[in-house]
């Protein structure tokens, strides 16, 4: 991410230090950048400046005399007017559980004392951005919850016209949301991937210095498992962020089901599940991207598999929609492809436990995810990949037993223009 596209001139900062001294570095440091800046020399001091400043930051002192920044961040996140700022917190003391208390009170970022104007200012760039980023997102949300009431105003004597609007609504929901993740994956992801490779190089060489010391081989043993779990969340935020078109092969999407389902076999990950495969015969060719479906083949099954604690049976269908019977059933007027005359209907159906009624606007929401386990990105792909093919994924749940996911695609061919 390109700090050039971000104008972050004229943006608010406080400043909440007890000592004048490190207030003066810090307006030293950040008054080139031309933000505008506000000093609170206590806490209370700063519960009285932000809600008449309204920072889009604020640096924030611990250890001050009266109530310290802890509690002064916690009162500024109650209130309404200041709560969405983020708080940097600015300390000498670097002890985790000072750090960790820091997160938990509500702060995003901790830099220690003596700091490098560096740091700071690319910290406080970082964190700026990241606020225009929730602004424009709000602002975008706020213009199409107007522009659909506008609609809806228009068109309240028609029943079918507010069923188009509410899916209209929900579309443009969610493609704003992956956009809004996509950007920030697609300058972040790299500079997380840096710094995490020399830790796991200075672990591996530490299991060789220290191999005969259990503990300190089963803290390193730790520390390795979590950071192939970053990189492999940063992986799929690369490859989400992806914004290379579709590239299309004719093909028969059942036999990308039966390449996927035997894959999952061969290496075990459908182990104790019992898989049904209910394929139409003489399915129609069409338009698809042969390595980006299977990809979401392979989210629904792995989705399927957790929702069942790997017990259970996963039955997989297709069949074809005839266009006199699908109308309605994919919304032609978003789909960049056109639609040839029908569609293919794929089915992914678990007996789980089921996804709760309160969870289902969420489930193809980036980074959703019940289980601490999961990325929670896996159907978020899923929704981006159809959604390119000019398809919908659309899940179906009673919230007790038993999860359907069902993806309908247009049939192309090669002579429709695609």
Request: aromatic share 4%; with cysteine; glycine share 6%.
């Amino acid at each position: 991410m390109n700090n050039e596209t971000f104008d972050l001139k004229g943006m608010k900062i406080l400043i909440v230090d007890d000592t004048p001294p490190n207030i003066d570095v810090l307006r030293k440091t950040l008054e080139p950048e031309q933000y505008e800046i506000a000093i609170a020399l206590s806490g209370e001091a700063a519960l009285k400046v932000a809600p008449k400043f309204l920072p889009d930051l604020v640096l924030l002192d611990i250890r001050m005399p009266g109530i310290d920044g802890y509690e002064t961040c916690r009162k500024l996140k109650e209130n309404e007017s200041t709560g969405k700022a983020p708080v940097i917190f600015i300390s000498a003391n670097n002890d985790t559980k000072d750090i960790l208390k820091g997160f938990r009170v509500g702060g995003v970022d901790y830099i220690t004392k003596p700091f490098q104007a560096e740091e700071v200012l690319a910290r406080v760039r970082t964190h700026l951005q990241l606020q225009l980023l929730i602004k424009e997102h709000e602002a975008a949300r706020a213009k199409m919850k107007q522009t659909a009431m506008e609609l809806l105003t228009k068109n309240n004597r028609s029943q079918e016209a507010m069923q188009q609007l509410k899916s209209a609504q929900k579309k443009l929901v969610q493609s704003e949301k992956l956009a809004g993740i996509g950007r920030l994956a697609e300058g972040m992801c790299h500079e997380i991937l840096n710094p995490l490779n020399v830790i796991f190089g200075i672990t591996q060489a530490m299991e060789m210095e220290r191999s005969e010391d259990e503990d300190i081989l089963k803290d390193l043993a730790s520390i390795t498992e979590e950071i192939k779990r970053i990189e492999t969340i940063t992986n799929k935020l690369i490859d989400f962020s992806a914004k290379g078109e579709i590239q299309l092969e004719s093909v028969n999407i059942n036999d990308v089901i039966q390449k996927v389902m035997e894959n999952l076999k061969n290496e075990g990950q459908l182990d104790k599940v019992e898989v049904n495969q209910d394929l139409a015969p003489d399915l129609p060719n069409s338009l698809l991207d042969p390595g980006l479906m299977e990809q979401v083949f392979i989210n629904l099954a792995s989705n399927a598999k957790h929702a069942m604690d790997a017990y259970g049976t996963l039955t997989v269908s297709t069949e074809f929609l005839a266009k006199e019977n699908n109308a309605k059933s994919a919304d032609s007027t978003i789909s960049p492809i056109p639609n040839d005359g029908g569609l293919l209907r794929v089915k992914f159906s678990d007996t789980g436990k089921g996804i709760p009624k309160e969870h289902m606007g969420k489930i193809f929401d980036p980074f959703f995810s019940t289980d601490p386990d999961m990325t929670g990105l896996g159907l978020s792909v899923s929704y981006s990949v159809v959604e390119k093919h000019g398809g919908t994924i659309t899940a179906d749940s009673n919230g007790e037993k038993g999860a359907t996911f069902i993806i309908d695609l247009p049939v192309v061919h090669r002579n429709s223009g695609a």
